[in-house]
């Protein structure tokens, strides 16, 4: 297992456009968690999944945004209508979801919205 | 509402020195907290964590619950340790988990 996998690395987009972001959890994880995050900030939690529920959304995620995780395994975060607020770095973790476990993170996607 | 407070942005340390990184909580319940360390170009990867008092790389930290506190200690300072550090605590309302990161710690440990 090579850990939390995210794609694209990079996405620049213009105003106005929609972005989808993709993340492969550890296959073992039934939890998968999206964080925002910015520069000078530590991760900001956005949302988070057992299996393929969605449990808990953060304020941070409007309407615009949107994730998923269709069959409990890889996850998406869709950002439609970007707004220049919207650049990031997007990170993924997974975790065994059992008290005290520790979150495994991915490379993160940045975002520039032009 | 949880918070997770690292008051220092940049800390500079010699090596050989020791180094206290600080992390401070606000949660009402029993928390779970956790350092996670970024190297350069490296992701996020957990360094340690309460529930399993270890000390992992020369690292050891102690919950605090009467000060709220869970800073992150080494005697010795070595110039690989030199990354970023975030506290971070878990918390549950309704059943339901939340994370909160605190700001982050730059540590920089001169030759």
């Known amino acids: 297992d090579t850990g939390v996998s995210q794609n694209p690395r990079h996405k620049i987009t213009k105003r106005g456009q929609n972005v989808t972001f993709r993340c492969d959890p550890i296959?073992?994880?039934?939890?998968l968690y999206w964080y925002r995050q910015t520069l000078g900030q530590g991760p900001e939690f956005l949302t988070y999944?057992?299996?393929?529920?969605?449990?808990?959304k953060s304020r941070l995620l409007s309407d615009r945004f949107s994730a998923e995780r269709p069959k409990g395994s890889f996850s998406t975060l869709e950002i439609q209508r970007t707004e220049q607020g919207d650049s990031a770095m997007y990170l993924c973790?997974?975790?065994?979801?059992?008290?005290?476990?520790?979150?495994?993170f991915g490379d993160g996607t940045r975002l520039s919205i032009l | 509402a949880q918070r997770v407070t690292q008051p220092e942005k940049l800390l500079s340390v010699f090596k050989g020195a020791p180094v206290e990184l600080k992390c401070n909580y606000s949660?009402?319940?029993?928390?779970?907290l956790f350092w996670y360390v970024q190297y350069s170009r490296q992701r996020l990867q957990l360094l340690l964590r309460?529930?399993s008092r270890e000390s992992i790389k020369g690292f050891t930290a102690d919950l605090n619950k009467g000060e709220t506190s869970f800073h992150l200690k080494k005697p010795v300072a070595q110039e690989e340790d030199s990354a970023m550090y975030y506290c971070?605590?878990?918390?549950?309302?309704?059943?339901?988990?939340?994370?909160?990161f605190g700001t982050g710690t730059k540590l920089q440990v001169i030759p």
């Open positions: 973790a997974s975790s065994a979801g059992l008290v005290g476990q520790p979150q495994h």
């Open positions: 296959s073992e994880h039934n939890r």
């Open positions: 999944f057992q299996n393929e529920a969605q449990l808990e």
């Open positions: 949660y009402s319940g029993s928390p779970e």
């Open positions: 309460h529930i």
């Open positions: 971070a605590l878990t918390g549950y309302s309704g059943g339901y988990q939340k994370v909160t």
